[in-house]
């Protein structure tokens, strides 16, 4: 029975990762339609949506049978709680890429304007994305706390972006509608950081069976802090 | 033991009722900063959200717990599931409300400005998280899909705002920037409507066992359907 539950919980993880990767395909390829504006990044985009929702699906469901057949406790079943939030936050990043890919798309048909910090926070998000999931793929607690690290970076990336992008618009009113849809891709580029940091969290209360979510790490007493 | 489980159970119910709670009090407060251009009402969804941040853990603790302690099947475990999700939800819908009452705080200081259908779209995002806590808390799946059916007259009224700031924009270049902050606000209540969409969801799975996102719920089979 143990055995049998060591594959099926192998097995979630590595389909997480296939869902993972491919969310992680999904930001370049979305990115791809704004840089080299072809739009037929966007339909591969579409496509592989379809897979990230059937996975969100598919793993969900898989959670709570292994829960409901194995009774499993302490780091099992923290695994599979994070399972089910690695799960919401994948087929978020999936979301927000659909997004970036539709605004690209149009985009393409108007003339080139400034992408102000867009291609490092690019960069940032989908690396943040990579290593979110190797950490929870190595249980490695460091690396997850490196990417929670990264995040403030993309917010600072994404006010100067908008910044440099409103004094555009303010400066030449002909670039208002383009410069927008940089605003709003670049929050995008944002929300999928923020959901890469959400699974770095989850990797360390998996691992560490810690919550430091909101802080609440730096509010811990010296004591529970060395334990 | 069973009995003692009812009553966790029901326990977990109305803490995570409290946090919806305090959430749709966030999202009320957070427009009153900009319809009633008061900030002090912002210094007070920062203080909800302190307590959001801290229901929010103490919620996932619960239901870690009482799976492990439980070892709850069928519709039960469905809650519990259903709980983990909704928590997540609702910490995201204070969030954006955080966000609104930011923005607000900083539109206070300047010249109002046309707020497009923004007024309406509070009321319908606002009356979508009731709903959709209301759907939980009665397992009301009618309700729940009538909550999912309003979704997309938020997208529409968030598109229509979309274009009617940016047409003001184009026509005063010294609204851009306020233009540009009611068009995030319209953003943020667009995601506070998807986030009261998702709970609508996890109350259709919890309470039937069957899992309608992506559609899933009309590609089944007739003959599904009518099981």
Chains 1, 2 share one sequence.
Do not use: W
């Not at 149009?106 to 940032?124: F, Q, T």
């Not at 690396?127 to 403030?152: C, H, N, P, Q, Y």
């Amino acid at each position: 029975m143990q055995r049998h539950f060591d594959v099926d919980l192998e097995a979630l993880r590595s389909t997480l990762l296939e869902m993972g990767g491919i969310a992680e395909d999904m930001i370049g390829h979305a990115v791809k339609v704004l840089t080299e504006r072809d739009e037929s990044f966007a339909d591969q985009v579409q496509e592989m949506e379809k897979r990230v929702n059937a996975l969100h699906i598919e793993i969900d469901d898989r959670c709570l049978k292994l829960i409901a057949l194995h009774q499993p406790a302490a780091g099992d079943l923290r695994l599979i709680a994070a399972a089910i939030k690695i799960n919401s936050d994948l087929e978020r990043i999936g979301d927000q890429a659909v997004n970036i890919a539709e605004t690209a798309t149009y985009l393409c048909h108007l003339p080139r304007i400034k992408l102000g910090d867009i291609p490092r926070m690019v960069e940032l998000a989908a690396g943040m994305t990579k290593d979110s999931l190797d950490a929870f793929s190595r249980r490695d607690v460091e690396l997850a706390r490196e990417v929670i690290g990264r995040d403030d970076e993309e917010d600072q990336l994404k006010s100067e972006t908008f910044n440099e992008l409103l004094a555009l618009m303010q400066s030449d009113a002909s670039t208002i509608q383009r410069a927008m849809d940089i605003i709003l891709i670049a929050r995008n580029l944002e929300r999928i950081a923020d959901h890469a940091t959400n699974i770095a969290e989850d990797v360390i209360f998996m691992v560490l069976g810690k919550d430091i979510r909101h802080g609440a790490e730096r509010r811990e007493s010296p004591e529970a802090a060395q334990q």
